[in-house]
T-cell receptor, first 112, second 113 residues
Framework: GGIITQTPKFLIGQEGQKLTLKCQQNFNHDTMYWYRQDSGKGLRLIYYSITENDLQKGDLSEGYDASREKKSSFSLTVTSAQKNEMAVFLC???????????FGSGTRLLVI | GEQVEQLPSILRVQEGSSASINCTYENSASNYFPWYKQEPGENPKLIIDIRSNMERKQTQGLIVLLDKKAKRFSLHITDTQPGDSAMYFCAASPSSGSWQLIFGSGTQLTVMP
């Protein structure tokens, strides 16, 4: 079976800092996603990528950049961390359109 | 953007009873509706899904119903156990052939012994 790995698991940053989160999958899935999970607000899409070098903005893309360096990896950058920000960032991948996602275990971000 | 509304946000039931979670969506072209279960500290995992060519699907104590006219779908957990306690998310593809899913805001289910 495949696996989707997010690094780091925990990330503590300082206000204004640029922070990068990484995601790798070995399912050979075409599409990868970055979601942000806040308590009581469900999962909100930040960016997704249909294939290598493709990038599509989600509803929450402002304040973030993303990069699909190769098919197996998708990174997310918080361009300027906001003080007291606390959220879980979930990476996911899927094989085709209209198919289910496999999620990574998440990166928990805290900005001090 | 499009939204999926999920209710209730908190649900407490007695062990052995059933639990129901309801979701509504906006786009009548949506055709894929998965449900995810997320346990504390874990990632969401797919538990059951339904496509628009079906009205009902059942697997291992889970039933999903889809009412396309009302743009509503629901998850029913029969004979709940403490291990069913978790956060549950519904999701919908915004249109046919869409690469993304729109998630509901989640239901925190607690099954009391």
């Amino acid at each position: 079976g495949g696996i989707i790995t997010q690094t780091p698991k925990f990330l503590i940053g300082q206000e204004g800092q640029k922070l990068t989160l990484k995601c790798q999958q070995n399912f050979n899935h075409d599409t990868m996603y970055w979601y942000r999970q806040d308590s009581g607000k469900g999962l909100r899409l930040i960016y997704y990528s249909i294939t290598e070098n493709d990038l599509q903005k989600g509803d929450l893309s402002e304040g973030y950049d993303a990069s699909r360096e190769k098919k197996s990896s998708f990174s997310l950058t918080v361009t300027s961390a906001q003080k007291n920000e606390m959220a879980v960032f979930l990476c996911a991948s899927s094989l085709t359109a209209n198919s289910d996602y496999t999620f990574g275990s998440g990166t928990r971000l805290l900005v001090i | 953007g499009e939204q999926v509304e999920q209710l209730p946000s908190i649900l407490r039931v007695q062990e052995g009873s059933s639990a129901s979670i309801n979701c509504t969506y906006e786009n009548s072209a949506s055709n894929y509706f998965p449900w995810y279960k997320q346990e504390p500290g874990e990632n969401p995992k797919l538990i059951i899904d339904i496509r628009s060519n079906m009205e009902r699907k059942q697997t291992q104590g889970l039933i999903v119903l889809l009412d396309k006219k009302a743009k509503r779908f629901s998850l029913h957990i029969t004979d709940t156990q403490p291990g069913d306690s978790a956060m549950y998310f519904c999701a919908a593809s915004p249109s046919s052939g869409s690469w993304q899913l729109i998630f509901g805001s989640g239901t925190q289910l607690t099954v009391m012994p």
